[in-house]
């Protein structure tokens, strides 16, 4: 008669780990799901100023450098001063990020819709129509992509120092590098909402109240390690 396995009972590491499994079992189009995780890592006051004030100059800064890869046969054409538009990366990228957050949250999708235009706009006039007065560019060579370069550099380097002095936690990048980087400027944007727009109470109130229980879930596991 074949006797029953014994399996191994699990312990408090393991217990503390399974409840925060933050690279599996995620549902990318559950919006609460995917910003209780974001926002578990941006409860430090001070972190989550730097993250308000960074990611929109990382998004902005990437798009800039983005829009110097056009789609071959293309040129710009500018609306106004100040704002350009071309077939290219960035227009890609931004297109991909506006339909992820439509589908996520349909109403603060469109209402990032605007934020997102003016971003791909001004991104695409500043790489097709540099000004000389760019850090490194000059009337003979004008070029934005230094200026966007440091952009990016600063800005994500200010968001480690947030993490590492202020959060004393690894960026959610360092778990789930996809979600994090598509998250952020939504994150932010829905925040926006939230603070100064009341949006959707009581979904701000579960994402805060999941985001507790990851830090909590998280905060033992590291004790435990």
């Known amino acids: ?40 890592y941006h409860s430090n006051k001070i972190n989550q100023i ?30 106004v001063k100040g704002l350009a538009i071309q077939p290219s990366l960035a227009l890609a990228w931004m297109v991909v990020y506006e339909g992820y957050y439509l589908v996520l949250d349909p109403v603060g999708g469109l209402t990032y819709l605007p934020v997102g235009i003016l971003s ?7 790489a097709t129509s540099p000004p000389s007065w760019l850090p490194f560019s000059t009337p003979a060579q004008p070029t934005a992509q230094p200026f966007a370069w440091t952009v990016f550099a600063l800005a994500w380097i200010a968001q480690f120092v947030g993490h590492g002095f202020f959060e004393h936690r690894a960026p959610a990048l360092t778990d789930n590098l996809v979600s994090a980087l598509v998250l952020a400027p939504f994150f932010v944007h829905l925040e926006f909402l939230f603070t100064f727009f009341n949006y959707k109470p009581d979904l701000h109130k579960k994402i805060k109240n999941r985001a507790g229980l990851r830090i909590r879930d998280m905060n033992r596991a590291a004790k435990l390690k």
């Open 120 to 126: 791909y706009l001004t991104a695409t006039y500043l």
């Open 50 to 79: 730097i993250h308000f004030l960074c990611i929109p100059q990382i998004l902005w800064s990437w798009l800039l450098i983005a829009a110097h890869l056009p789609l071959p046969g293309t040129t710009p054409i500018t609306l």
């Open 1 to 40: 008669m074949a006797t029953a396995r014994k399996t191994r009972s699990q312990g408090p590491v393991d217990e503390a780990r399974s409840h925060i499994s933050p690279k599996t079992g995620t549902n990318h189009l559950d919006v609460e799901e995917e910003l209780a995780f974001y926002s578990s």
